[in-house]
């Protein structure tokens, strides 16, 4: 069964930065896309950004230049660098994948736990 993990999340200085981990268990087929959101107190979540196959990572405005998706294979982890934290990056960030769970056949929206990124002024 596919299941994904978030990690490195933490309390940073605006300025600082952190590198969060999305390690996934299970096989996933046919990915659709990979992404990161986030979600911070009072407000929806929102993508801050999708890498499909083929294409460019598409990153929402606010983190354009200051985030990298990257991801390592063979740890079957995605990561996402963030620089230049500022205190409206402060969030609940969580990793996403659409794909074919290899165990179902399945379809699905696979989510992390989600992780705690706070950026203090």
């Known amino acids: 069964q596919v299941r994904l993990v978030d990690s490195g999340g933490g309390l940073v200085q605006a300025g600082g930065s952190l590198n969060l981990s999305c390690s996934a268990s299970g096989t996933i087929f046919g990915i659709k896309s990979v992404g990161w959101f986030r979600e911070a107190p009072g407000k929806q979540r929102e993508m801050v950004v999708i890498?499909?196959?083929?294409?460019?990572?598409n990153y929402t405005d606010a983190v354009n230049g200051r985030f990298t998706i990257s991801r390592e294979v063979a740890r079957n982890t995605r990561y996402l660098q963030m620089n230049n934290l500022k205190p409206e990056d402060t969030a609940v960030y969580y990793c996403?994948?659409?794909?074919?769970?290899?165990?179902?056949?399945?379809?699905?929206?696979?989510w992390g736990q989600g992780t705690q990124v706070t950026v203090s002024s």
């Open positions: 996403n994948i659409d794909g074919v769970d290899g165990a179902t056949m399945t379809f699905n929206s696979f």
């Open positions: 890498k499909k196959p083929g294409l460019s990572p």
